[in-house]
């Protein structure tokens, strides 16, 4: 099975590939950085294509040859979640790339979603709550998932949406919590400032969602909207808390330094029990 990842030296795809030459697949790795993927692991075991998906040609989808299934996880901007560009830049050169994949014959999808597609709901999300949402990151990713529904009316495919809930690793955004901890730690800190830390997230660790992601690939009857979550809400505070324990470090936690964001609802977390029941059968 040869599958072709877009975003491929980002931090989800890094991990992406890894799962899935450790399942023997064969990967076509795309990004627009050869330098960057150059400097990856993986770089020697994949085909790598350096072009920009939003200015496809059709030169660069005959190098891509027969496909099997893409893994689409590019999307530029991160973590800036308000920006306009979101539905103004990136949706439309999404749904022309992907648009153009299927009409050459691709038969097979995995996008990357964001739970902020259900906005500002409480509790335990499950893939049957309505979209509503609020920032333009996550309008354009719902719109783009709409887009491809209509799409695949007159050009069947298989389409699975794996909407994303948090994700800590190798490789996260250098702005990211877990990731300011750490650097608070080398650089010997000795206050975290952090927000009040009573939110409650989902956070999964990055290999385990990658896992999960090709997990997914692997049953196409997992249509349409999969939550690839924990399903353990957890406070930022003990998260922040257990991963100083895993460390086996400590600093003093600066509570409500930061005002608690406001895209976000205070507890929200995924239901996992569509992946459960469709990826991993008792």
């Known amino acids: 099975m ?4 877009t975003g491929a030296t980002g931090f989800i795809g890094n991990h992406v590939i ?9 990967v076509i790795a795309v990004a627009r950085d050869a330098f960057r993927a150059q400097r990856q692991d993986w770089f020697h075991s994949v085909r790598f294509i350096a072009c920009d998906i939003h200015r496809i040609t059709h030169e660069d989808i005959s190098r891509f040859g027969r496909l099997d299934a893409i893994i689409h996880l590019a ?10 560009f979101h539905f103004e830049d990136n949706l439309p050169a ?8 299927i009409m050459s014959g691709v038969p097979h999808l995995l996008v990357a979603g964001t739970c902020f597609e259900y906005g500002m709901q409480n509790g335990c999300l499950s893939e049957d709550f309505p979209a509503n949402p609020v920032l333009p990151y996550a ?6 998932r709409r887009f491809l529904e209509i799409l695949r009316q007159d050009t069947p495919f298989i389409l699975q ?3 994303l809930f948090y994700l800590h690793g190798v490789g996260q955004s250098p702005n990211s919590l877990i990731a300011q901890l750490e650097r608070a730690i080398v650089d010997r800190d000795a206050v975290f400032h952090m927000s009040g830390g009573e939110q409650l997230r989902d956070y999964s660790p990055v290999k385990e969602v990658a896992d999960r992601l090709v997990t997914l690939l ?17 406070s930022v505070r003990r998260l922040v808390e257990r991963h100083l324990a895993l460390l086996n470090e400590k600093i003093s936690l600066n509570l409500g330094h930061y005002p608690y964001p406001d895209y ?9 029990g569509k992946f459960h029941r469709y990826c991993m059968p008792r």
């Open 2 to 5: 040869q599958v072709l990842v």
């Open 18 to 26: 890894s799962a899935l030459l450790a399942r023997k697949y064969s």
């Open 75 to 84: 999307w530029p901007g991160l973590p800036n979640y308000k920006a306009y």
């Open 94 to 101: 999404d749904y022309r790339f992907l648009k153009s994949m």
């Open 139 to 144: 309008l354009a990713k719902d719109t783009l």
């Open 161 to 163: 949406w794996a909407r």
């Open 218 to 234: 692997e049953h196409p009857e997992c249509d349409g909207i999969c939550n690839i979550c924990s399903g353990e809400p957890i």
């Open 264 to 272: 976000e609802p205070m507890a929200f977390w995924g239901n996992p």
